[in-house]
């Protein structure tokens, strides 16, 4: 895949218009949410191009899909791509991208500045914000992106973190906004402004996405506790469209959307026995 | 006339704007540096490139806070 510009380039925007849907998987761990993600997207790519991503640490989609898939956008079949981020490899390659810039025109500091990338990148805010940062970025290619999540505690920080880093983004842009009437009066000139607003659109952008084309399935099986986790993450995240959704399902009472159970539903051929259909009518 | 229209202003304006103008630089850079007084900082890494841009500004700002050192390892302003 084509290195994607970042910062610090001038970006002007993100054009969102190919993106159809932003799928989430969410829920207690083992309830099934990266095969349900795998068979969602797999469908999803008889309509258009779609794109899986694991931003789960602990990666299972090359088990699923029984082929080393790994950080880089793979191809697994036509209109279908999966990807597996590690928020560390995206904290340093944005950290280099950044530092090669710097280091041309301040050498004096860029390797302090590498000194801190290094311990910054097991900083868990840095880990956050870089996944939704690259999560944006590929929002721009695809018409659907299926993501599976981690298990429910940290999906639910995935979500606040971009509310939040918005949030303070707005307050910065509106303080560096009236530093710089203050210096233009003293005629000078301020460059951070500029910096500023370019990160606040991108992340007032990530927010229009999440809420006009992000849907949350919560995902629990025919158990109290994942039943139970289920529950918060649709109370948590309720200004979302969040559906909860039955897994493995024998038969228990159910309104909501569900999927049955299917036994070893792995590799290309065994995700299609699982049957979805409940889950695409609602996208 | 422009020049005795800007003399005018800046006599009358120039020390009420630079009071509330260190007032907001103080603000800004506290807000950046959080880190620097051990609070977490949310933009985690999104500040980074930020920071050449701020350096000979942080320089200032900690000699005005009644530090001679800088103390940050990775800007060695001092």
């Known amino acids: 895949m084509a290195q994607k510009s970042g910062y610090g380039e001038g970006r002007a925007g993100f054009s969102t218009v190919l993106l159809r849907r932003l799928v989430f998987f969410g829920g207690k761990g083992g309830v099934g949410k990266s095969t349900l993600s795998s068979a969602t997207a797999l469908r999803l790519s008889e309509k258009d191009r779609t794109l899986l991503v694991s931003v789960d640490p602990a990666h299972s989609l090359t088990g699923i899909f029984g082929m080393e898939i790994g950080p880089q956008v793979k191809i697994l079949k036509e209109n279908l791509y999966a990807v597996e981020l590690s928020a560390e490899i995206l904290v340093e390659e944005y950290a280099q991208r950044v530092l090669g810039a710097m280091g041309e025109l301040l050498p004096s500091i860029s390797s302090g500045l590498k000194e801190y990338s290094r311990h910054i990148k097991h900083s868990p805010t840095a880990l956050e914000t870089a996944v939704l940062d690259k999560l944006v970025e590929l929002c721009d290619e695809y018409a659907f992106l299926v993501v599976d999540s981690a298990p429910t505690g940290q999906m639910l920080r995935l979500f606040e973190t971009a509310h939040m880093v918005s949030g303070w983004f707005e307050f910065l842009f509106r303080l560096a906004k009236e530093r710089q009437r203050l210096e233009r009066f003293m005629g000078r000139e301020d460059k951070l402004l500029t910096l500023i607003e370019e990160r606040r659109r991108k992340l007032k952008t990530l927010e229009s996405i999440l809420r006009e084309k992000a849907v949350i399935f919560a995902v629990a099986n025919e158990e109290r506790l994942s039943m139970q986790e289920m529950e918060t993450l649709r109370e948590r995240l309720k200004n979302f469209r969040v559906y909860p959704l039955l897994n493995r399902w024998l038969g228990m009472e159910w309104k909501g959307p569900r999927v049955g159970w299917v036994e070893e539903p792995y590799g290309l051929e065994g995700l299609k026995k699982l049957d979805v259909g409940e889950i695409l009518e609602l996208l | ?78």
Request: negative net charge; hydrophobic residues 45%; contains cysteine.
């Open chain 2, 1 to 78: 006339m422009k020049d005795i229209l800007k003399g005018f202003l800046e006599l009358h304006f120039k020390k009420q704007v630079e009071v509330s103008y260190y007032y907001i630089r103080d603000l800004l850079l506290l807000s950046l540096f959080l880190d620097y007084f051990g609070l977490d900082n949310p933009l985690g890494i999104y500040a980074l490139d930020l920071y050449p841009y701020m350096f000979e500004e942080f320089h200032l700002w900690h000699r005005s806070l009644g530090m001679e050192r800088g103390g940050l390892d990775f800007l060695p302003c001092c």
